[in-house]
């Protein structure tokens, strides 16, 4: 994955402020995973969760959801009030309703001072965009 790698290389050394936006467009499967990705970062694993949500695309109903959060050990109580409660469902929604109005039509899509990276894209890609506007300050 290439966002654990920015993150080392960037964000990390303090180079690079990052900032997550949700856009679960796809329907409630993708808000509520998004959801879960919250709860799971209020664990401090929102990394490793998106991980497991990334790699198993085709599995995201509500058992699965509480499955990936019990691999990676997080406290099973404290996720499932979480998830179970919407307590992010309008911030998920907020940013979905961001993206639409900023012109997002898939994801990843990433802004770098206004750049836009859209799609996959390979590290080499994000690196060239990042360095090129550090560059210019």
Not at 53 to 67: G, T, Y
Not at 69 to 93: G, I, M, P, Y
Request: aromatic residues 8%; glycine residues 6%.
């Amino acid at each position: 994955m290439v966002a654990p790698e920015i993150i080392k290389r960037y964000v990390e050394t303090g180079k690079v402020k990052l900032v997550w936006h949700d856009f679960a467009w796809i329907g409630a499967e993708s808000r509520q995973s998004a959801q879960a990705a919250r709860c799971a970062g209020r664990q401090d694993t929102f990394w490793e969760y998106h991980d497991h949500l990334f790699n198993n695309q085709s599995a995201l109903n509500l058992s699965d959801l509480k499955r990936y959060a019990a691999a990676l050990s997080l406290n099973a109580a404290t996720f499932d009030q979480c998830l179970d409660s919407s307590k992010h469902a309008e911030r998920v929604r907020d940013g979905v309703s961001m993206g639409t109005g900023l012109g997002v039509n898939s994801t990843p899509t990433v802004y770098v001072n206004g750049r836009v990276l859209s799609g996959a894209q390979p590290l080499e890609a994000f690196v060239a965009l990042i360095d090129e506007e550090l560059a210019r300050k």
